[in-house]
């Protein structure tokens, strides 16, 4: 089982927030998704939806027009919503 960026199990359909957009994730994206994604980070709340074998956690956001995204980032990249 995946932990947050404070040791807390995560688990499918938590609430977690995104503490930064990595760098890697934002690298080759069209403009338009890297934009959501930085507005997202650490201003949203996320639902963890599933994770990879790698051992990242899939997220899914609105953004403010109302299209819907996925990502997937490392567990230490998120923070259990409280």
């Known amino acids: 089982m995946n932990v947050d960026s404070n ?4 688990a499918d359909g938590a609430l977690v927030r995104l503490l ?3 760098p890697e994730l934002l690298e ?3 403009l338009v ?3 959501a ?3 997202a980070a650490n201003e949203i709340l ?4 599933g994770q990879d074998d790698y051992g990242n956690v899939e997220l ?3 953004d403010p027009e109302g299209v819907r995204h996925w990502i997937f980032v490392r567990p230490t ?3 259990l919503a409280a």
């Open 77 to 79: 990249d998120v923070a």
């Open 33 to 35: 998704d890297c934009k």
């Open 20 to 22: 930064r957009a990595p």
């Open 60 to 62: 899914e956001f609105a």
């Open 7 to 10: 040791g807390k199990p995560l």
């Open 37 to 39: 994604i930085k507005w």
């Open 46 to 49: 996320m639902r963890m939806v």
């Open 28 to 30: 080759g994206l069209p």
